[in-house]
């Protein structure tokens, strides 16, 4: 039962937010409290999770071959924890940033709607459910994304739309493909049959095709182009939340998909996807150091570190993989961290771009300590969790023998302090430009969801020992597709 | 049947390449559509054609019924319920980035980047 | 657009397509109809109904408004998988009642009918309120 709530929770409370669209004080608290709530219930479910093994729930009643299954495994309860925290954070920024005409034209049953499709994808069984859930929450985003209507958001939702849905469309290519090839939808009986049967000539086209849709929704080496021209363009809350979810929800798919189905043809998906995990750490980072625009530098960043996460993934040792989960909660946090400090320094400045900033450090030091540390966390500074994600993530690869891969993100590293400390030079160590606009308000609220987040940040560094056993668990269960397999279908 | 079918998909996956290049917004939406409806059309094709069998059957007593597989169809639906809701948004963005922007062309979309 | 036919026909029509969208919804479980289908006949009645009179009027000859109804669908369809857990089974397992039975004619409601009853309301509402924000001006 509890297996059903991710899902079934942010619908009710989009549900009562709708109901009560015209009470905006309403609709901050109520908010704050159904994601706060949901942040518990998937913490919860985390616990359940490493006590008892991976949980299923077969909906309707239907048995597992035929009816919509839901999984819910270790790596499922971490992504939902993080997300929810992240959603949380987001909730407590919104208010307090976010216009009151944008707050009242729908945003936050809007973001419940995006919640229950990514909570929807984290934890169903079934690749056509997935794609179902995909669907709720591109939905969500577009609006999100388009919410307030300005010309600059409309262009970039125009884009947006156009290359989510073209995702959508290679997504359910490939499930009609699979479909045809095994008669069934349900992953675990998918990746059973595929280990078991001989023949299945298309399969590997129904992967490309599934790989084409994944990567363009995390934003991968070469279809990344849409991800800096259209997230910069809503409120910085939405891009933070946009980017602390979406396109980890593509990573996410693509670690459960590679685990479960790439049975043939390994060392061809193994070396495809490394030389595409290393072009896109280095294309990312290397565009992110040419810009000027704070959110443009860090939307570029999304896409290196989608690399790093990629190269774990498929080096596809336990400690490998328990690294790139690791390095994704980290991801999310620090990511999302840095985005809200961005909202910050524009709450404060009221620019985004770093020609027009300066002197933030000496006229708010708080405010740059709120930059500082999760911005050091991606760039890879020791105590900070982004240092241990990347030691780890190296120290796999050179246990695997993947060198090469492996020096590359080393060297991307380097890139990576080196537009972090752009922006930290820049807008907060360079003297105040003289036309700069006197200083507005930062209101607490806003305050005190980015000290929350960095508060998470440097815990997470902190308690690197147990969180790494924790992601070391799901990365077992990852790397071995029977224990999966097992839970869902019972048998063999 | 599935020649003619094979034969129609690639065509209206054609003419949704060709639309999504047009310069013209509102093609680009329509492109979308043909694209929709030609993955929809390649889903059924894919997962098994048995043209002429109902899908759904009350009683199955005592005869052997051959009925076609009811689950692409049932994608199908939900593939044609989702391609509805993106079109309908599709389209008011349409509306709204005439009305905000007064053009049409894509073109013109790029020139703050 | 002021046309004095598609106005009287709107007129008409509107509770005729209100009936047979409930006609096609009720049917749906079994053969050709349901939910989505019905959603859509409900929500092109008062699209009609808005292309010959305007959308203000529209809206002011119905008294809710389409995002209350697409919430209350969401609503309907959440609940209908509540029933099953009360009898033990997975949540949204089919419960059906049988409230008349004869050998020509039978009414059955279920927890299905519920959820296609939330579908109904839902698709009816979006389209509403998709195409009534494309047509005022």
Redesign the interface.
């Given at each position: 039962m509890i297996l059903v709530l991710p899902i079934m929770l942010p619908l009710l409370f989009m549900v009562a937010l709708i109901f009560t669209r015209r009470w905006l004080a309403f609709q901050q608290v109520f908010s704050l409290i159904a994601s706060f709530a949901l942040t518990f219930l998937s913490a919860l479910l985390l616990a359940e999770v490493s006590r008892k093994g991976i949980m299923t729930l077969q909906l309707g009643g239907w048995p597992a071959p035929y009816g919509i299954t839901l999984v819910v495994d270790l790596l499922s309860a971490i992504m939902l924890t993080t997300t929810s925290f992240v959603a949380l954070v987001v909730m407590i920024y919104s208010p307090g940033f976010i216009d009151k005409e944008r707050q009242t034209a729908g945003y936050y049953p809007l973001v419940f709607g995006l919640l229950m499709g990514v909570n929807g994808a984290f934890i169903t069984g079934d690749i056509f459910n997935m794609y179902v859930w995909y669907e709720v929450m591109l939905t969500s985003s577009f609006v999100l994304i388009a919410l307030g209507g300005s010309a600059e958001q409309l262009r970039g939702s125009v884009k947006y739309v156009t290359i989510s849905f073209v995702a959508s469309i290679f997504f359910v290519s490939a499930i009609g493909i699979m479909y045809g090839q095994a008669g069934t939808l349900n992953m675990a009986d998918l990746a059973y049959k595929m280990r078991s049967w001989e023949e299945m000539p298309y399969m590997n086209s129904a992967l490309m095709l599934f790989f084409i849709a994944f990567s363009i929704k995390a934003a991968l080496f070469p279809f990344f182009f849409w991800l800096p021209a259209s997230y910069h363009t809503p409120p910085v809350a939405i891009t933070a939340l946009f980017a602390g979810t979406l396109t980890k929800v593509g990573i996410y798919t693509m670690m459960r998909f590679y685990s479960l189905f790439v049975v043939e043809d390994v060392m061809f998906w193994k070396i495809f996807l490394l030389v595409i995990a290393g072009l896109t750490m280095t294309v990312g980072v290397l565009m992110a150091a040419s810009q000027f625009d704070i959110r443009k530098i860090l939307s570029f960043h999304i896409i290196s570190q989608v690399g790093y996460m990629v190269m774990g993934l498929v080096i596809f040792t336990p400690q490998a993989v328990a690294a790139a989960i690791y390095f994704t909660v980290h991801n999310m946090l620090s990511k999302t961290g840095t985005f809200l400090a961005g909202g910050l320094v524009y709450q404060r400045s009221g620019s985004y771009d770093l020609k027009y900033l300066g002197g933030l450090y000496k006229s708010m030091p708080f405010l740059a300590l709120l930059f500082f540390v999760p911005a050091m966390s991606l760039a890879g500074i020791p105590p900070l969790p982004g240092f241990f994600g990347k030691l780890f993530l190296v120290k796999g690869g050179f246990a695997a023998g993947d060198y090469l891969i492996t020096g590359v993100a080393i060297a991307v590293g380097l890139f990576t302090l080196f537009s972090m400390v752009k922006i930290w030079n820049e807008a907060y160590w360079k003297s105040e430009p003289e036309n700069m606009p006197a200083p507005s308000r930062v209101s607490n609220l806003t305050l005190a969801a980015s000290s929350l987040l960095v508060l998470a940040v440097i815990l997470l560094g902190v308690f690197v020992g147990p969180v790494m056993k924790i992601t070391h668990e799901a990365a077992v269960q990852l790397t071995d597709p029977l224990i999966y397999i097992q839970a869902v279908l019972g048998k063999q | 049947m599935l020649l003619l079918l094979a034969v129609l998909i690639g065509v209206l996956y054609g003419s949704a390449v060709y639309l999504?290049l047009r310069r013209n917004?509102f093609k680009?939406v329509l492109g979308?559509i043909f694209?929709?409806y030609a993955?929809?059309l390649?889903?059924?094709v894919?997962?098994?054609l048995t043209s002429g069998y109902p899908a759904?059957i009350?009683n199955l007593e005592g005869e052997t019924a051959t009925m076609s597989d009811p689950?692409?169809q049932a994608?199908i639906?939900?593939?044609i319920?989702?391609g509805l809701?993106?079109t309908?948004?599709?389209?008011?963005?349409?509306?709204?980035?005439y009305s905000?922007?007064g053009t049409v062309d894509?073109d013109e979309?790029s020139e703050?980047? | 657009m002021e046309s004095v036919i598609l106005q009287i026909a709107a007129r008409h029509m509107r509770p005729i397509l209100i009936v047979l969208s409930l006609v096609v919804l009720y049917r749906g479980h079994n053969e050709p109809g349901g939910g989505f289908i019905g959603g859509l006949m409900l929500g092109a009645a008062f699209i009609l109904y808005a292309m010959a009179f305007g959308v203000s009027k529209t809206q002011k000859s119905i008294s809710f408004s389409p995002v209350t109804m697409t919430a209350l669908g969401l609503l309907i369809a959440l609940l209908s998988g509540v029933p099953a857990l009360f009898s033990g089974s997975p949540f949204m397992t089919g419960e059906w009642i049988t409230l008349f039975q004869h050998t020509v004619v039978e009414l059955k409601l279920g927890t299905p009918l519920l959820f296609d009853v939330g579908v109904y309301l839902t698709v009816a509402g979006m389209l509403m309120l998709v195409m009534f924000s494309i047509m005022e001006d």
């Open positions: - | 999504l917004i680009l979308l694209l929709g993955t929809n390649l889903l059924f894919a997962s098994g759904f009350r689950l692409p994608l639906l939900t593939a319920v989702i809701g993106v309908a948004f599709a389209l008011v963005l349409v509306y709204r980035f905000v922007t894509l979309l703050n980047e | -």
